[in-house]
């Protein structure tokens, strides 16, 4: 018997596009993926054939990538969410290093970095 390996991505993909799935698409695709049902499981719960439950999710899947592919917001997402965490450590190991040596670097240079990570966070605004 072939296995069939989940795509996790979808996750992410139906928190941005779920809402423009049918209603029974979009429940089936949770089940499979949030929930992680199988298809015999999800047939039994929503009274849909497994053949059914496995065609729902074919096409939910391919109209969700359709929707990243024309508007691409998870990714968008993905990159935004990436920035501010590395934006977000910039800052605590700054502040780190001030309050393990008292201020290791000159006020100049923590008052450039701060200026750099500003204006990431403002070209971040911007996108």
Same mark, same amino acid.
């Given at each position: 018997?072939? #296995?069939? @390996?989940?795509?996790?991505?979808?996750?992410? /993909?139906?928190?941005?596009?779920? %809402?423009? /799935?049918?209603?029974?698409?979009?429940?089936?695709?949770?089940?499979?993926?949030?929930?992680?049902?199988? *298809? %015999?499981?999800?047939? @039994?719960?929503?009274?849909? =054939?497994?053949?059914?439950?496995?065609?729902?999710?074919?096409?939910?899947?391919? &109209?969700?990538?359709?929707?990243?592919? %024309? /508007?691409?917001?998870?990714?968008?997402? #993905?990159? *935004?969410?990436?920035?501010?965490?590395?934006?977000?450590?910039?800052?605590?190991?700054?502040?780190? =290093?001030?309050?393990?040596?008292?201020?290791?670097?000159?006020?100049?240079?923590? =008052?450039?970095?701060?200026?750099?990570?500003? &204006?990431?966070?403002? %070209?971040?605004?911007?996108?």
């Amino acid at each position: 018997m072939q #296995t069939h @390996e989940k795509d996790l991505s979808i996750s992410d /993909l139906l928190d941005h596009y779920g %809402a423009i /799935l049918s209603e029974r698409r979009r429940y089936v695709l949770e089940l499979y993926y949030n929930d992680d049902l199988s *298809l %015999a499981e999800i047939a @039994e719960n929503t009274g849909i =054939s497994r053949q059914g439950v496995r065609d729902l999710i074919k096409k939910g899947e391919a &109209e969700l990538y359709r929707c990243e592919e %024309a /508007l691409g917001n998870a990714a968008a997402y #993905t990159k *935004l969410k990436d920035e501010v965490e590395a934006i977000s450590k910039e800052l605590y190991s700054l502040a780190e =290093s001030i309050d393990q040596t008292g201020q290791s670097e000159s006020g100049l240079n923590i =008052s450039q970095k701060l200026s750099e990570l500003a &204006e990431r966070v403002l %070209a971040l605004a911007g996108d």
